[in-house]
C-alpha cells in the first residue's frame, strides 16, 4: 500500500502542473508564432482539432488533407484523446483557458458548456457564410441550439440496430432477423427468434423439455445495461420518454410502462434464458461483453450502434448482419444521435476555427468520410456513399439509414446528465443482477436523476 | 516524496580545502571575510534546500492549501468559483453515496490490513533462511508490487469473468460452486481487496524481512538455552522486537488502503450498484466526471481528516513502548 499513498497524491499535482505549465508555453508559442505571422505576410495559423474516435481519426486525416490544401495559411494538428479522458482533459483545458480551438461535442457535456459560456455562438458565422441548414437533419440541428442559437454544425449521426451472425442463422436453419416484433407482454418473435438460436450443451433450446438454462452454449441475444445502444430504444417503443424536455429537469422513466418494458428486457434473462446473464450485462463491462461474445461466435444478435461497425466487422471470422429493431407496440423507434464540432469560445483564431467547422460541415468533407466508410453523414442526400462504402465490404449498413428516417429520439439533452445518468446506471446494476425488482429500480433511478438534475451534488 | 527523503542529505559538512583558501585571505581582510564566510556558511544549508522545498511547496503544500480553500466554493472550473461557505460540508452530511462511500472503504480497508499483514509476516519468516535460490523467491513475491496497477486490473479481470474467467474453471473442476465475483454487490469489494493484497504483501513483506535480520542472534540463542520453543520465541523475541516496522507497515498500508484507487477505476468503476464506490473514488466522480470541484475538495479534506486521526490513533497504541533501538 505504501507507495500508493504517495502516487496518488502526488501525481494529480504533478499533472496538474504540468498541464499548467503546458498551457502557459502553448500560449508564448502560439502569440510568438501570432507576431511572427504579422511581421510576415503568409499569416499561417495553425489551430488544434480534438477528437476521441481513432477509427474515424483515419477519416477526417483525409480530409483535412484537403482542407488544408484549399487554405494553405492554416495548419490543423489532431489530438486524440479515448472517450474515458476525453473530456476531462477538455474540461482542465478549459478552466486553464487552453482548449482546442476545435473539438468534438456531445450532447451529454454540450449543455454544460453552453451554459457555462464556452463555446462560440455559430448563428452570426452561419448567416455571414450563408450555410445552408436546410440540408442537414433538422433534428441534428436542434441538438445543438441553445436559446435560438446554433453552436455546432451536425457532420455526421448515428442509430441503433441488430447486429447478427449471418453463418449462425444459416447454419441453425433460422430466418434471418430482418424483420422482427417486440412487445412487452410475450417479447414478440423477438423472443421467439432468440430462443431458437439459443442452445444448451445437449443441443436443447429454452422451452423444449430438458433444457438446462445452467449449461447454455450459445446465446440467442443479449440484454445488458446501455442506455443508448439497448434500453432507450425498447422505453421508446413503449411510448416511455426518458427526459420531459430539452434542458429539462424531470426524468420520466417510472411510469407503468416503464416497469413493464425494463421486466420484459430482465424476462429475457431470467425468464426466457435467451441473454446471456446479468453479471456478464452490468454497467462496467456490458458493452464490451456483448461485443466479444459476438465476436467469439457465442452470441447470435445483440443491439449496437453503427459507430461499433469498424471494430466489430473488422475482428469477426464470419459474415456480420445488420437488422432493423424490433418493431414495438409504438412502431420501431431507434436512438439518433448526432456529433457535432464546437468552436472554443476563447480561440485566438475564430475566423479559421470557423473555416475549418464549415467544412467539416460542408458537402465535400461529410463526402469524404461518407464514402470511405468512417461515418454517417450529416446531410441526407450523401447518406448512399457511405452504405456503398460497407457493401463493398460485404456488410449491407442500411437499416441504419431506414430507422434515421422512421421514429427516433434523441439522447436526453440537460445539464449535468452525466451524474443523472451515473446514478441510473447503478440502480440498473442491481436490477440487472436481480438484487432490486425494476419498479424499485426505476423508483430509485428517478429519484437520485431527478436529485441531480434539479442541482445536487 | 523523494523532496523530503533528500533533507536527510542537507547535513554537508564543509572539506578542508575550502577552509585553507579562506585563511589565506583572511590575513588581508580578516573581519570582512571572516563575515562573508559565516554568511556562506549559513546560506548554503537554505541554498542547498531550496529545490526540494520548492518541490515540496509546488507539489504538496500548495496544492493541499489550494484544495482546502477550494472546498468553500461551488466550481465547475468552467465558470468563476462561487463562495459557499460550509455549504459543502452540509451537503456531504446528507449525501447518502458519500456516507455510503465511507462505510465501504472501511469495509475494505478491514478485508485488507489484517490479512495483508499476517501474510506479510508469515513470508517473512519463510524467507528470512538462507538456503540456495532465496534470492528468485523474494524477487518473486515482491514482482507484483513492481508490475503498473491498471495491468494487474485488468488481467485479473479477466480472472475474476463469471463465465470464461481462470477461478471459476478451477472452482468448478474441484466441484466447488461457481462465484460472481466482480459482477456480484457482495462479492466484488472482497475481490477487489484481493487484488490489492497480492499486489502488496510482497512489499510490505520487505520491510518485515529487513526488520527480522535486524533482530539480533544472540537473543534466540540465549533464549534457546533458556529452553523457549520456536512459538515462544516468535511472541516473545520477535514479534516485540519488529513493532517499529510492524508500526511504520500499518501506518503506510492503512493509509494506502483508505486512498484505494485504481484498482477500482479499472475493475469495477465503483459496481455493480455502488458496492465497491470507495471513497476515493467518488471523489474523483465527483471532482472528473461530474465537475463538482468543490464538492470533491471538501470530500478530499474530511478524507485527510479522516485519515490524521486513524494515524495518531495508530501511533498512540501500536506506537506505545516501541523500542527503535537494538544496539
Known sequence: MKLKKKILSVIPAVSLLTLAGCGVSNDTSTSALKSQESASTSHVVTLRYMLWDPNEEIGYKKSIAVFEKLHPNIKVQIEQYPWSQYWQKLQTEMAAGTAPDLFWDHVTYFPTFVTNGQLLNLTPYIKQSHVNLKQYYPNLVKQYEYQGNIYGLPKDWDTIAIFYNKDLFAKDHVAPPTNLTWNPSTGGTLVKTAEQMTVDKNGKHPGQPGFNPNQIVQYGFMSYNSNQSFYYNFLAENGVQVLNKQFGTQVLMDTPQGVQTMQSLMNLIYKYHVSPPGSEGTLANGGANAQRLFEQGKLAMYTDGDWDLTPVVSSCKFHVGIALLPVGPKGRVSVMNGLSDAIYAKTKFPKQAWELEEWLASPQSEKILASGGYVWPGIPSEAPLFAKAWAKKGVDVTPFLTESKGKTISFPITQNWGQAENAIDKEFDLMWLNKVSPQQALQQAVQQADGALAGGQ | ?327
Open chain 2, 1 to 327: 516524496m523523494g523532496g523530503v527523503s533528500s533533507h536527510a542529505h542537507v547535513d554537508l559538512k564543509y572539506g578542508d580545502g575550502g577552509m585553507s583558501t579562506t585563511i589565506s585571505t583572511r590575513t588581508v581582510h580578516s573581519d570582512k571575510s571572516l563575515m562573508r564566510e559565516k554568511m556562506a556558511r549559513s546560506l548554503a544549508p537554505y541554498l542547498l534546500v531550496f529545490p526540494s522545498f520548492v518541490g515540496v511547496m509546488a507539489f504538496m503544500l500548495i496544492p493541499a492549501l489550494a484544495v482546502i480553500v477550494i472546498s468553500f466554493f461551488k466550481w465547475n472550473m468552467l465558470s468563476p468559483p462561487n463562495y459557499v461557505g460550509l455549504h459543502n460540508y452540509v451537503d456531504i452530511l446528507h449525501d447518502p453515496i458519500a456516507l455510503h462511500s465511507i462505510v465501504t472503504t472501511a469495509y475494505y480497508v478491514l478485508l485488507n490490513i489484517p490479512l495483508q499483514t499476517v501474510v506479510a509476516i508469515m513470508l517473512a519468516l519463510l524467507l528470512n533462511r538462507r538456503l540456495p535460490g532465496m534470492g528468485i523467491f523474494r524477487a518473486l513475491f515482491v514482482l507484483p508490487w513492481l508490475a503498473a496497477p491498471v495491468a494487474i486490473s485488468v488481467v485479473w479481470q479477466w480472472v475474476f469473468d463469471p463465465t470464461s474467467g481462470v477461478f471459476d474453471a478451477l472452482l468448478s473442476s474441484i466441484g466447488l460452486p461457481r462465484l460472481q465475483w466482480l459482477a456480484s454487490p457482495t462479492e466484488a469489494l472482497p475481490a477487489v481487496a484481493l487484488v490489492n493484497i497480492w499486489q502488496w504483501t510482497g512489499y510490505n513483506m520487505l520491510f518485515f524481512l529487513a526488520g527480522l535480520q535486524g533482530i539480533p542472534k544472540y537473543l534466540y540463542e540465549a533464549s534457546e538455552l533458556d529452553g523457549s520453543g520456536k512459538v515462544r520465541q516468535f511472541f516473545s523475541i520477535t514479534l516485540p522486537l519488529l513493532r517499529p516496522t510492524l508500526l511504520f507497515v500499518l501506518v503506510t498500508s492503512v493509509i494506502g488502503s483508505f486512498q484505494v484507487f485504481d484498482t477500482v477505476y479499472v475493475m469495477t468503476q465503483g459496481g455493480p450498484g455502488t458496492s465497491t464506490n470507495v471513497y476515493n473514488f467518488y471523489i474523483f466522480q465527483q471532482g472528473f466526471q461530474f465537475f463538482h470541484m468543490g464538492y470533491a475538495a471538501a470530500l478530499s479534506v474530511i478524507l485527510f481528516v479522516v485519515i490524521l486521526l486513524v494515524t495518531l490513533f495508530q501511533m498512540r497504541f501500536v506506537g506505545k513502548r516501541t523500542t527503535y533501538d537494538l544496539g
